[in-house]
C-alpha cells in the first residue's frame, strides 16, 4: 500500500490544483453585466458626459478610464485608430474612472475636466494618455498638465482656476459614482451598446469584433 | 519511476523531514503560480485595479512566451517540485537528483525575474517575490540536504 502512497498524493495534488484553478477561473469570470435601459446613454443626458462621434452613430462605445492606468494608455492609440476607421458608425463616451493608488490619476482627470471648459477635452484626453509615461510618476504633474494646456493654446488662469474648481471635481465624482452603480472595479472598463466587455477582449482585436456584432445586431432600415 | 527505492535509515530521518517540507514549500508556489496563472486567463492582469506594481510586472511582455503566461510554467516547475519531493521522501533515490535539477532550473529562472523586476520594470509585485522567496527556500533545502553515502 505504501508503494502506491507517492502516486496518490500527487494524483490528489494534480487534481485539487486543477479543480482549483477551474473554480477560481470561474470565480474570477462572472457573466459581464449589461447597463439597464434607464441608465444607458441618452441625448438627453448629452451635456452629462464627452462624447466624440456623431449622435446618430450606430454603436456607442463608453469607456471609464484611468489616465494614469497603463491598460488604458495602451489602448488609447488603438481606440483613436479604431474611430477612424469606423467613422460615423461609432461614437466614443469617456468617463473618468481615477484610482486612489495612481498618485496623479486625479490631478489628470481635473486637468482633462478643465481643458473641457474651453471645449479640448478630447485634446487633452490623447495628449494625457500619449505622455502618460512622462507625467505619472512626476512629484509635479500638474505643472505639467499646465504645459500641455499651453501647447492646446488653453487660457491657463482660467484653465488652473478650473481644475482646482468643485465643479470640476464634482463631474469626475458623478462619472465616478455612475462607475460604481454600474459595478465597474477596473479599468479600463468598455460598455459597446451597453453591453460590458469581458477583460480578456480588451484589446484592439476584441474591440473591434465587439463593435462588429454590435452593428449587425443593429436592425437594418430600408 | 524506475529507481529503486533506498531503504530508510532509522537512525537519520533528516531527508525525509527536508523532502516532506520541500513538498509543503513546493504546494504554497504551485497555490501562487496557479493564481496568477488564473490571472491572466482572465483578463486580470489587462486592467487596473489592484496593486500598479503587479500590473507592471503581470501585465508586461516579461510574463508571458507567445499567448502562454509564464506563471503557467511556474505551475508545471512547482508540480514537478513538489511529485519530485514526494517521491524522494518516500525514498527514491532518483527523485532526489531530478528534485535538485528541476529547483536549480527554478532557481535561475527566478534570478531572471527579479532582474527584470528590479532593473527593466523597477516595479515589483508581491505574488513573485513570494514565489522567489519559495524557490529560494526550496534551494536552501537542497543545497543543505545530507547527502547519501
Avoid at chain 1, 175 to 195: C, M, S, W, Y
Avoid at chain 2, 28 to 44: I, K, P
Avoid at chain 2, 128 to 146: I, R
Wanted: hydrophobic letters at 45%.
Amino acid at each position: 500500500m505504501k508503494r502506491y502512497l507517492p502516486f496518490a498524493i500527487v494524483f490528489l495534488c494534480a487534481m485539487f490544483t486543477f479543480g482549483g484553478g477551474m473554480l477560481l477561473y470561474r470565480a474570477k469570470r462572472p457573466a459581464p453585466p449589461t447597463i439597464a435601459r434607464e441608465t444607458a446613454i441618452t441625448d438627453e443626458k448629452a451635456e452629462s458626459f464627452h462624447a466624440r462621434g456623431g449622435t446618430d452613430a450606430l454603436v456607442t462605445l463608453e469607456e471609464f478610464g484611468d489616465f494614469q492606468c497603463p491598460p488604458c494608455g495602451a489602448l488609447a492609440g488603438p481606440l483613436l485608430q479604431i474611430e477612424k476607421d469606423y467613422g460615423s458608425k461609432l461614437r466614443v463616451v469617456f468617463r473618468n474612472f481615477p484610482f486612489d493608488i495612481h498618485q496623479n490619476a486625479h490631478a489628470a482627470s481635473f486637468a482633462a475636466e478643465a481643458a473641457g471648459r474651453q471645449g479640448r477635452f478630447w485634446d487633452m484626453h490623447d495628449l494625457l494618455y500619449r505622455e502618460q509615461a512622462a507625467w505619472s510618476k512626476s512629484p509635479d504633474a500638474e505643472r505639467l498638465f499646465e504645459s500641455y494646456a499651453a501647447m492646446l493654446r488653453l487660457d491657463i488662469s482660467r484653465f488652473k482656476t478650473n481644475a482646482n474648481s468643485e465643479e470640476v471635481k464634482a463631474r469626475v465624482a458623478a462619472d465616478q459614482k455612475r462607475g460604481a452603480e454600474l459595478g465597474v472595479k477596473n479599468t479600463p472598463t468598455i460598455f459597446i451598446n451597453n453591453h460590458q466587455l469581458p477583460p480578456t477582449s480588451l484589446n484592439p482585436d476584441g474591440v473591434r469584433k465587439a463593435i462588429d456584432e454590435a452593428l449587425a445586431e443593429v436592425p437594418k432600415h430600408p | 519511476m524506475k529507481s529503486k527505492r533506498s531503504s530508510v535509515n532509522p537512525v537519520s530521518r533528516a531527508p525525509i523531514i527536508v523532502y516532506s517540507i520541500a513538498a509543503v514549500l513546493a504546494l504554497a508556489g504551485l497555490a501562487d503560480a496557479t493564481y496568477l496563472t488564473v490571472q491572466f486567463l482572465s483578463g486580470e492582469t489587462a486592467v487596473c485595479g489592484g496593486s500598479t506594481d503587479c500590473f507592471r510586472v503581470l501585465g508586461s511582455v516579461y510574463a508571458r512566451i507567445g499567448p502562454m503566461p509564464v506563471a503557467a510554467l511556474g505551475v508545471l516547475g512547482y508540480f514537478t517540485a513538489f511529485t519530485f519531493a514526494i517521491f524522494a521522501a518516500f525514498g527514491y533515490a532518483r527523485a532526489r537528483i531530478y528534485f535538485a535539477i528541476v529547483v536549480g532550473f527554478m532557481f535561475a529562472g527566478t534570478l531572471w525575474f527579479l532582474f527584470v523586476q528590479a532593473f527593466l520594470l523597477h516595479a515589483f509585485c508581491r505574488f513573485c517575490l513570494f514565489s522567489a522567496a519559495v524557490v529560494f527556500l526550496l534551494t536552501g533545502l537542497v543545497v543543505a540536504t545530507p547527502r547519501r553515502s
